[in-house]
Each structure stands twice: as C-alpha cells, then as structure tokens.
C-alpha cells in the first residue's frame, strides 16, 4: 500500500509539472507577438506559401484563426471566437513540450492536454474558477493515474497503475487523510484497508466487529418494530372480543324485554 501511495505522488508531482509547463504556453500563445501575411484581393492559388505566420479572418475581417512561430523554437495556432477570444490554443515549446488548451468565453483555460519530451503525457479539467477538478496522467516507465479533487483543490480520490502491475485506488477526506485504500498486487493478492481519524489501520476483526454491530442492531430494529405489531394485533383483538362480549350481553338483556338486537339493527 505504502509503494502505491508513494507513487500516486510521484504521479501527481509529475502532473503538476506539466500544467505549469502548459500555462507558461498559454500565456505565451495569448501575448505573443504575430507576423501578418498580407492577404491578397480576391482568391488566389499557390503551390507553396512561406511566412512566419499567418492569419484566416471572417467576412468581418476579424481573426479567426492565427498561426505564428518564434525564433526562440516556439510553434502556436490559435482559434478564436466572433468576439475575438482565443478558445482553442495549441503548441509547442523548444524543450518538446506540446499542447492544446481549451478555454471558456471568459478566457479561462478549462481543459489542457500536453506531451512532454520524456514521455509523459497529461490532461487536467478545471472549473470556472481555474481549479483543477480531475488530473490524469502517464508516465514514460508505464505508470498511469487519475486524481478527482474537490472544490478547495484538494485530492479526494486517487487511481493509480504502477509498471509492475500493481493498482490501487485511495479515498481521502477534506483534511488530506487517507481513510480508505484498495489495491491488488502483481501477484495477484488484493486488499482493502480502512483508517480511523489518526491514520491507524482497522484490523479485520474491528470492520467484522462494526459490521456485527450494525447488523444485531438492525436485526433488533426489527424484532422491536415485529413485537409492537404484535402487540398493536393483540390490542386489537381483545378490542373486538370486548365488543362481541358487550353485544351478547345487551342481546341477552333485550330478549329478557322480548327484543332482539339483531331486529333492531334493521
């Protein structure tokens, strides 16, 4: 288990790395500097075009798409909407860094892609607010994970395969604290284990034990709400044997007058 989380980290480490990575992008696609090429009246047709950059616009003349590359090894093109806000960006760094980010109408980044040069890959979704909710990655030795976060930006949920076939899944609260995880190993054992809130681990005799105790307190739940129909049923019984009772005696004294209470109901 201890490996698993160790690598989880390891896993999260490398996702953060890559958003920062994504971000710098980012903001360089949207401040970048662009080299127009000058647009020809009416159509034309060329076997070959070479520009630094380039620029496709709408029947209004506003940019649309635009592509521009920097001497520095930087490669970019960008998609943006009729209000003229980039919603699509996508590139290339030097160093062999590639993404694509997908933005809002408010220009906030909420999905990203992006490839490193050593091999690992990554994708993050984020809220309106910029707070990544989900994070997944690999890694270049094989190892995969997706982590779920809540709204303070904290890990809840962790998913991890490791190279040597392990996996595992960890729960954690809204302090950081692991209180269940699930794993099976590469040789084909599998476990689950269950923290109390100071992180010690529940035997297997203290979650049969709890889980005894829910269910005698259900059974006697049970029995409780089976003896108070019972006893309701019985009530009931003496009520109508009372009523019979009641009914004899006054038919008795009827016919005593020469009555019968059974005319009478007519």
């Known amino acids: 288990m201890e490996t698993i989380q160790q690598q989880i980290g390891a896993l999260q480490t490398s996702v953060k790395r890559q958003r920062f990575a994504i971000v710098a992008l980012a903001g360089i696609i949207v401040a970048g500097g662009f080299v127009a090429a000058v647009r020809p009246a009416g159509d034309a047709t060329f076997d070959k075009i070479t520009c630094k950059g380039w620029n496709v616009v709408d029947k209004d003349g506003k940019e649309r798409i635009t592509a521009f590359t920097n001497p520095d090894g930087r490669a970019s093109v960008r998609w943006l909407d009729k209000d003229g806000k980039v919603r699509i960006s996508a590139g290339t760094l030097a160093d062999g860094l590639a993404s694509v980010a997908w933005l809002d109408k408010d220009g906030k980044v909420r999905i990203n892609a992006a490839t490193l040069a050593d091999g690992e890959a990554s994708m993050q979704w984020l809220d309106k607010d910029g707070k990544r909710r989900i994070a997944a990655g690999t890694r270049a030795d094989g190892q995969a994970g997706v982590s779920w976060l809540d709204k303070d930006g904290?890990?809840?949920?962790?998913?991890?395969?490791?190279?040597?076939?392990?996996?595992?899944?960890?729960?954690?609260?809204?302090?950081?604290?692991?209180?269940?995880?699930?794993?099976?190993?590469?040789?084909?054992?599998?476990?689950?284990?269950?923290?109390?809130?100071?992180?010690?681990?529940?035997?297997?005799?203290?979650?049969?034990?709890?889980?005894?105790?829910?269910?005698?307190?259900?059974?006697?739940?049970?029995?409780?709400?089976?003896?108070?129909?019972?006893?309701?049923?019985?009530?009931?019984?003496?009520?109508?044997?009372?009523?019979?009772?009641?009914?004899?005696?006054?038919?008795?004294?009827?016919?005593?007058?020469?009555f019968n209470i059974d005319q009478l109901s007519e």
């Open 154 to 258: 904290k890990v809840r949920i962790n998913a991890a395969i490791l190279a040597d076939g392990q996996a595992g899944v960890s729960w954690f609260d809204k302090d950081g604290k692991v209180w269940i995880n699930a794993a099976i190993l590469a040789d084909g054992q599998a476990g689950v284990s269950w923290f109390d809130k100071d992180g010690k681990v529940w035997k297997a005799e203290d979650v049969m034990r709890i889980a005894n105790d829910a269910a005698q307190k259900a059974v006697s739940s049970r029995n409780d709400a089976m003896e108070q129909a019972n006893n309701a049923m019985e009530r009931a019984d003496n009520a109508m044997k009372q009523a019979n009772i009641a009914r004899l005696r006054a038919n008795t004294a009827l016919n005593t007058l020469g």
